[in-house]
Structure formats: structure tokens, C-alpha cells
């Protein structure tokens, strides 16, 4: 196995990069890509601004794996490295919530934050981009865990961070209390009728022949578990 | 660059005992196919179990699980068919306390997370916020950083080092490391008072400057620090149960560990030569003098080889870091961040305002956002903040290395033996603070 160097696609008399020095607020280089995304796929592209020194550019929601897939292969992208999932629910109730996800393409060097707004009041849905990167599995976990996105095509969305019959709702969204919605004593109550099989998932007690050997009312309870009892 | 070379030049012999009584010397086989050890075993022995399978819990409480982690195994007899990590055990919601905090008031969170590197994780976030408040921080304060965060970075391999040892049957290097360690938390303590939780950093500089005869301390420091690497070194690089036990084991490729996320040394063993040191410099990592370590086969071994070298790179690091150390303030001259001084505070009125209004208000960046990564021990630790120009942060967002890099795990366990498991899994360097959050 021979060693991949970061910036090999660069040209070869390209300085090695350097700690930024008064970067300003606002405006700045604009990422190369964002001009080579509006010549790929046209209107999907929305607005997109520097911020920070880092380039922010709209998308249109549904059409993130497409993006992603070109962004990953194009070789004049290689955006090879998906460095985050994330979303953002502003303070202002009329702003709408944002998917961030944060590229990097080690070949060129670059970074490059993509977003789509969704509407919080609607159902959130966005097309999953764990068949493009791997690292997308538990970072949209997290996003659905934690804001009650869905990600159509993932391949197990469940709750990641938090257990699965947790009924409380979305943490990081911001209608939710920090305290969370159920009193102390609700979720003292809770935790103490909470069933010590109930960690186990259906799926991973079905693949043990010894599922099928455990007393009927271990079983049941274990089903009644599953279905959310 | 520096490429960590593969030479494993092992005299596999291990002490044993006949059951007559009689010491003698086994020969073991280490090659890069994995562990091979001849052992005659009468045909027949073993009764056929057929292909039933067995699901075996490990954790949340298992010492080797390194915190909380709860892996679920279906096993078909010792190969693991597949691997079901559970997480969240140790979930406390940071970011959405966050939200709720001023952004001075959050730096206490970050040593919690990701707590063998709590200095560094001050450090990381600070730089985060001084991008959205749009600060530059002092000389002084810049090399200051750069130790605390090379420190930082050993202590955390130390850790690793010696309860990966304890993982895999070696107790005393732990008890190396750990004495190792102990010295950099009397660095800490006498540094900002505490030492595991030190919430060293504020937005635009430090909470102290160095105490005197700190450097002194530091450099008593680098002086035995290499001893104790060689010393563990000898003990295990080329010793035959720690080879047999780590060489071949959860093996990325390159491609594969790009594709997985993965970042820090767990990357680095697979042979990609990226360091956020490097590619995305921050404190002028670009002019001090050192190299990538980097493997060349992605297995648990390089891991290990690739984190003995970042110690040592850290140490050059840390030497020019002491070398240039200028004088200087600490603290940014910026009264949108900084306090006044206390002796000012109590006597003029309108710094006891400024006081005032610093603490309980709290500073007000631009509205923006941004994200800062570091190259934390055990990958990219980046932080995203979002503000909308009020003293607490819309968004608050932790990139956690360790967390994407555990996603890997049945990738990595999958085909290997039950036993392989627990070093497969410290390969990780997995802290469960930060994984949860």
C-alpha cells in the first residue's frame, strides 16, 4: 500500500498551506467548485456566500446525492472526505432549518460547507448519502436522533445517541424545553418500569436460536417492548 | 515526511511450561497474514457444533470496552459474523446546552467530552470562537497553545498506550504511562488548578499565564518521556504475543478509511498522510520542524506504531515550541472579550461596568458561522458554530472524531475472532465522553 498524500492534485509548485491571518467576516475567495456545481447542475444550485473564508453554497434539498456523488468522483472535485453531518434550527421561528454537511477533497485542498433548507413545520425528509460516503450511517443517525430528519435510502436509521423508545421527541430542536419535555418524576417513572431485556434489539435476538428457548413471558415482554408498550 | 517502515523483526519465542514441569521456549510465527501458532491438537477433540450462533453481549461495563460501549456479537463459534455497536450511554446533551451558555461559558463543556484531552479540546474550541468573533491572538498565547495541545496530545496516547497494553494481557507499560502522565497533570495543576478539567483557554487568550519555573518542570518532562518510549517500545514493538496480537487485525485501506471518515491515526495507519496540523494549519503548525507518521497497512499494529511516533514528533514540537516561546501578554488588547483588571474593576467605574457587562451579558460576536478543525489525539476535532449575533450560539457543533471513527468497527470486526475484538477496539481510542456527548 502506498501512501496517499493530501494535495496531490494540485500543481506541483503550489505552497503548503498556512494558519489563515485576518480572516475577514464576510466575502473573500469563493471555492472553485461552487461555479464548476452551477455548470454540473444549473438551477439545483442556489445562492452562496464566503464566510469566515469558508464558502457556503444552497442546495436544492432532494438532489444531495446526486451532488454528493458528483462532488466525490468528478477529478476535478474529488471531494473524497466527508468530514460532517449536522442541521441547524435558527431562534427565528420564520427562518427555515438547515441541513449542513461539511466536504473536504484532500486531492485539491478544499472545503466546502453545502446546505438545504427545509421547512421545520413540514415533514423532514432529505435523501440519505451513506451510498456515497460511509461516515454519512451514524452522522444522519445523529441528525435524525437529534432534529427528526429522515433520510430516505439509509440503511438503519435508528436512533443513535438516545434509546430507541425514547418518546420525548427531537432534542436539538428548539421548541424543545432543555429540560426535556416529561417531568423528573415521568421520567423516573419511566426509567423504573423500563424493561432490562429492552436494550435488545428484535433483529439481534432473532439471529440467537436462544430467542426462541426463553420462558413465553420473557418472550412476550420482549415483544411487547418492540412494539412500543 | 516521515513513513513509520514496517520492519518487524521478531524473535517469536515465548516461555512456557510442559505439563511435566519443564520450562521451554515455544516458537510462535508472526507474519503479516496474522498470527499463526503451531499447535498439535488430537483430531476429534473439538465435537462439530454445527452452525448454530451465539449472541454475545460485551459492555455497556466492561473495563475493555474503555467507557460505556455496548457491542453486540453474533458469533459463529469464535469468528464474530457481525458487530452491533450501542452508544449513548454517557449522553448528556452538550450541545444543546450549549444553547443555552455564553461562549465563554461553554469551555467548561469541552473538557468534559473528550476528557484525556481536555486541554486541547480549550484550545480547539477557542480558536473556533476567535474565528467568529474575528480575534487574533498574541505570539505569547499562539506557542503557549501549541504546548498545551502537544501535551495534550501525549497524555492522550499514553492513556491509550497503556490500557491498550492492559487489553492485550501487558500490565506494566500502563503502569509507565501512566507515571508519565501523572507528570503532565502536576504541569496542568500548577498551570491553570486543575487537572483533569482545565478549562484553560478563554476567548482571545489564556485564563493564566505560565507559572515560574514551569518551563523547568516541562522540560524534566521531555527528558523522561523518551526513556519511558523506549522502554515500552522494547517491551512491545517487536515482542511476540503483542505482534501476534495486533499485526493483520482490523485492516482499512486507504480508500476504505477516506470513505469511512476516519481521521488522526486511524487514517494515518491506513497510509493517508493527512494531519489537520499539516493540510489545514492553525497556530503556526506550518513553521515548526516535524513529520506525519504514517503506516502502510491499516492494521491495529500500525495504529499503534503511528501513535508511539506522533509522541515522539509532539515532543520535536513541543522543544521548538519552548525554544521560541516570546514574552508577551497572554490575552488579546480587545474589550469586546477581555475582562478588565481586577484592580481597575474595583476602583473606575466604567471598567466595572465593562466588567459587569462582560460577565453578565456576555460578548456579542458578528452573526456567522464557522468551522475550525484541529487535529485532536484521536482525529479531526472541529467545532461548527453558528451565531446569530446574541451572546449564546445558535448552533454549537461538535465534529467528534472518535465517534466517526467507531462507526468503522463492524467493518473492522467483522471475520475476525471474538479475542481480536478487544484489540481491534482499543485500536480506536475511543472516549466515551466525546462519542456521546
Redo the contacts between chains.
Sequence with gaps: ???????AALPKNTP????P???P??GGDVNPSVEALRAQFGATIGRHDV????T?VWIDATKVREIALWLRDDPTQQY?????V?A?????AAMPLEM?W?VRS?PY?R?L?IKAALDPNAELEVPSIEPV???A???ER?VYD?FGVRFGGHSDLR?????ESYAEGF??RKD?P?RGRFSRSEQLTQALAANPEA???ME??S????FHELPADMRERLLRVKAGG | MATTTRTVEVELATQTMSPTGEVFRMPLTANDAGFVMPIDLAPGTEPDMGSERMLINIGPQHPATHGVLRLVLELDGETVIRCVPHIGYLHCGFEKIGEYRQYNQIIPWTDREDYLNSMGNNVAYALSAERLFGIEITPRCTVLRVIAMELSRIISHLVWLGTTAIDLGAFTPFLWTFQERETVYNLWESWVGARLTTSATRIGGMAADLPSGWIDGLKGFLRSLPKTLDETDRMLTRNGIWVGRTVGLGIMTASEAINYGLSGPMLRASGVAYDVRKDVPYLDYETYDWDIAVGTKGDVYDRYLVRMEEMRQSVRIIEQAVARLPDGPINVDDPRVILPAKIKATSEMESMIHHFKLVMEGPRPPIGECYVATESPKGEKGYYLVSDGTSKPVRWRIRPPAFVNLSAISKMAEGHLLSDVIAINASIDIVMGEIDR
Excluded at chain 1, 16 to 19: G, I, K, S, W
Excluded at chain 1, 88 to 92: I, Q, S, W
Design positions: 500500500m502506498s501512501v496517499v498524500l493530501p494535495g503548503d498551506p498556512v494558519t491571518r485576518t480572516v467576516h464576510r464566510t469566515w473564508g469558508e457556503t473524497d472526505y466527508l468530514v460532517d449536522t441547524v434550527e435558527h431562534r427565528d449542513v461539511h484532500l485542498r472545503f460547507r460516503y460511509k461516515s450511517n451514524w452522522l445523529e437529534m436512533r443513535i445517541l438516545l434509546w432534542p436539538l424543545f432543555l436494550p435488545y434489539s439481534e435476538l439471529v440467537a436460536d436462544a
